[in-house]
């Protein structure tokens, strides 16, 4: 897919004020610092669209980009960041649950996780809070410029198989770089994919 054109729209805190839920929609989420703004950035050749920071805890809000006056791609806030207050991390957590849940024309969540770290509690449980609730996700192993093909493997493999201790299959994975842009086709095929596919009208959260 060619991105012609990504312009931001809004940023809130709240579902009621989000843009009217008549396109299709995919959000990133995961920790902190994972490099959910990052990849957005590199996925639509804007460097400086999502707000970037190598302290944790940079995107507080739910903002909205669209892609080719089309699609929207949303970039929320990271899960488990100790540094911010616990009364605003359950906000925050009250705000991506209710988003995450009740966003109708939420196609599918793009859950980004380190690849260079072993498997962290929170993602896997993350994972699973989608899985009850019915959310479509994907996998997105970030950072892979960072260590060497063999190390990847191996925390890859070490992932899959702790995931596959809760779940019957593994979902699509994809393996980024906001740095070399690997990732980038595939992950925009996948979505082109999904905007053609899926009916909107049929997406019914309940
Ligand atoms: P929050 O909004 O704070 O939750 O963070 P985020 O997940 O949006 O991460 P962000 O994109 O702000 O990136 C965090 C840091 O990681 C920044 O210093 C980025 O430059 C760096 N980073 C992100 N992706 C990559 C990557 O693929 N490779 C490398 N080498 N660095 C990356
Ligand atoms: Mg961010």
Redesign the pocket.
């Known amino acids: 897919m060619i991105i012609k054109t990504a312009e931001f729209v809004m940023s809130n805190t709240e579902l009621k004020k989000c843009p009217e839920a008549n396109l299709h929609e995919y959000a990133f989420i ?10 957005i950035n ?1 996925l639509t050749n804007h460097s400086k669209l ?10 507080q809000c739910i903002n909205h980009f669209i892609i080719n006056k089309n699609w929207y791609l949303v ?1 929320l ?2 899960y488990g ?1 100790a540094k911010v207050s616990k009364t605003n991390r359950a906000l925050f957590s009250k705000m991506i649950e209710e988003y995450l849940t009740k966003r109708s024309s939420l196609v599918c969540v793009f859950v ?1 996780i380190d690849s260079r770290i072993p498997p962290q509690k929170i993602d896997l449980e993350f994972t699973e809070f989608l899985g009850i609730k019915g959310i479509p996700f994907v996998l997105v192993f ?5 260590l060497s093909s063999s190390a990847l493997n191996r925390n890859l493999n070490t992932f899959q198989n702790e995931f596959l201790k809760t779940w019957e299959e593994l979902p699509e994975i994809f393996i ?4 070399t842009a690997r990732g980038r086709e595939e992950i925009l095929s996948y979505i082109h994919r999904l905007n053609t596919d899926i009916d909107l009208s049929l997406l019914k959260i309940t």
């Open positions: 995961g920790r902190s610092n994972v490099g959910k703004s990052s990849l590199m999502a707000k970037i920071s190598s302290s944790p805890g940079k995107t970039d806030p990271g960041y980004l970030t950072k892979s410029d960072k980024s770089s906001a740095q």
